[in-house]
């Protein structure tokens, strides 16, 4: 069976929705293109690292008010306020589980395909999404997103959350990997809650992503499911 994940429907939604930053070439680049990280992806996971593991993966640096945390051997340099308001994040989810697979399959009429993601924060009965952000939030982009609906559609949970934490005036030529110098702003949660018809919604979604790759030669690109 061919799998397809969850980030890779958002952005064929998106271009569905006529988002201007995203074509037709974006969705085909995300399924042929092998995805290699850059400063804003390791950013985030270096900040989720601390929400997962907590001090563990702090390292104190000699310069005052400077630390450092690795991802893929990549040092993301983060100050005290930073790491304080990821442990702060941390201490208010004592019993999450943390980056946890979740799929199923769909039956389209193009082919039987895997949907799968991996979940940030599992807590209790409500799935958390860490997102940092690096210009100004736009809520419509997170209420909009497919991303919480299947999430929660693959977990059987009722509530979303998306927690966005902001670094205020990065430029990736300038910082880097480096945001010691800037700011964090946190964001209220944006809540995402189950509706009726949203199973039938993710279904289509997935039909009419799976016609898309089938009318445009793409299927020797999916992926066979690994788990």
């Known amino acids: 069976m061919k799998r397809i994940a969850i980030t890779t429907l958002e952005t064929y939604r998106k271009y569905l929705a006529g988002d201007e930053w995203t074509t037709q070439q974006s969705v085909i680049d995300a399924l042929v293109v092998p995805f290699q990280g850059n400063a804003y992806t390791r950013i ?70 895997w949907v799968h993601g991996r979940v940030d924060v599992l807590h209790g009965i409500f799935v958390r999404d860490i997102k940092t952000k690096y210009s100004a939030v736009k809520f419509a982009d997170y ?37 010691s110098s800037l700011g964090i702003r946190p964001y209220g949660a944006i809540e995402c809650i189950r509706y009726k018809g949203m199973e039938r919604d993710n279904h289509q979604l997935v039909c009419d992503f799976t016609d898309f790759v089938v009318k445009n030669n793409l299927t020797t690109y999916l992926k066979d499911r690994a788990f």
Request: hydrophobic share 40%; glycine share 6%; no cysteine.
């Open 44 to 113: 985030g996971s270096a900040f989720h690292a601390i929400v997962e593991q907590g001090e563990s993966v702090v390292e104190e640096l000699p310069e005052m008010g400077k630390f450092r945390v690795t991802v893929d051997g990549w040092p993301v340099i983060f100050n005290e306020e930073q790491v304080a308001m990821a442990l702060k994040y941390r201490a208010k989810l004592p019993y999450a589980f943390h980056e946890e697979w979740i799929g199923r399959e769909f039956d389209t009429p193009s082919m039987l395909i």
């Open 143 to 179: 209420a909009d997103s497919a991303q919480w609906k299947f999430y929660l559609d693959l977990t059987g949970l009722d509530t979303f959350y998306f927690d966005l934490f902001e670094f205020p005036n990065y430029k990736i030529d300038k910082h880097g990997y480096d945001v």
